[in-house]
């Protein structure tokens, strides 16, 4: 149920709305950066400013994308914003099933996404990337500076140097020599290629994890700050029932698909695998670490800061904590028998 306002409430998706324009307006990297963001925009003022605030900020998403983007980005961008739009206004029994609806949401997009770039490369995806990203960065105006930095990070390397790429600085920027940007470029494609794989299941995979979290912890939030009941419990009371967790257990299993594999479907089937199995027990380890401290007396701002700051820093922690919570039960929260 929407929160009760006068006009005010209108005031904060106008300006979305503004602000989307403008950032379609100043390019197709802000633009991109707004649509990520567009799940959780659209959750959140579902509740402060009502199911029709969120579809106006959805609609001119969609009209900044019909202006701007090429035709073959066209199609994943509105069917995002017509997902986002919709996903708020469905009303459900079931609440389980509205997160269930925004993943099905990023799995699709994600698929129309894939769909569209293997018949654009003839079906070499990952080299097609590979050679637009190296020919994106060779036409900007940073190239060098990419380059350097690509070095640095090991994505690029150079024959016949020792850590030292012969470049020179020229009023501030960065300038290379033509043979060995070349050469760089060349190693940073084949770099690509060997990580773009792994890269893009863990994007999807994450992508739609984290999409999910925040359009559903975030709105619950707002409910309970007002006083009202939460769609679902907060996250350190969530859990997977015992099948489940043997479902998601079975998929570690995947990482013997990618030491068998020579590419092709058995290895995206591994990385997937293996990617779901580290996102879903880094949630249920998520949910251990704020229920221990919330028990030794963390304040709930503390709580959610170290959650998140170990997940980033030290992701293997979450993991672990998950897996022996799935194992041990340690907060004792499935019942003897589980209804699944």
Request: include cysteine; charge should be positive.
């Amino acid at each position: 149920m929407p929160a009760k306002g006068n006009g005010v409430k209108w005031v904060v998706p106008a300006v979305l709305m503004l602000l989307t324009a403008l950032a379609a307006r100043a390019g197709v990297s802000l633009l991109i950066y707004a649509l990520a963001a567009l799940p959780v925009v659209s959750a959140v003022l579902s509740y402060t400013s009502g199911k029709w605030g969120a579809a106006g900020v959805c609609a001119a998403a969609a009209l900044s994308c019909a202006f701007t983007l090429p035709s073959p980005a066209l199609i994943p961008a509105l069917v995002w914003c017509a997902g986002c739009a919709a996903v708020p206004c469905v009303p459900l029994k079931n609440k389980i099933l509205r997160p269930v609806m925004w993943g099905s949401l990023c799995v699709l997009v994600w698929l129309i996404c894939f769909s569209l770039a293997m018949k654009a490369t003839d079906g070499n995806t990952v080299n097609g990337i590979a050679q637009a990203l190296c020919n994106l960065t060779d036409q900007s105006p940073y190239r060098d500076t990419i380059l350097l930095n690509a070095y640095s990070m090991g994505l690029a390397r150079l024959k016949g140097t020792e850590g030292l790429i012969p470049a020179v600085r020229v009023m501030g920027n960065v300038v290379i020599e033509e043979a060995t940007r070349t050469e760089l470029l060349n190693s940073l494609r084949v770099s690509l290629e060997e990580t773009l794989p792994a890269l893009l299941c863990d994007l999807a995979v994450y992508h739609t994890a984290l999409t999910v979290l925040l359009c559903t912890l975030l709105p619950d939030w707002r409910r309970r700050r007002h006083g009202e009941e939460g769609e679902l419990p907060p996250i350190e009371r969530w859990y997977m029932p015992r099948r489940m967790g043997a479902a998601v257990f079975a998929l570690g299993l995947g990482w013997l698909l990618l030491i068998m594999s020579d590419g092709g479907i058995s290895m995206y089937m591994g990385l997937l695998s293996t990617a779901v199995f580290r996102a879903a027990f880094t949630v249920q380890g998520v949910g251990l670490m704020i229920w221990l401290e919330k028990k030794v007396g963390v304040r709930a701002a503390a709580r959610n800061f170290w959650a998140v700051l170990l997940s980033v820093l030290a992701p293997i922690i979450p993991i672990v904590l998950g897996v022996i919570d799935q194992r041990r039960d340690a907060r004792h929260l499935r019942p003897h028998k589980e209804a699944e």
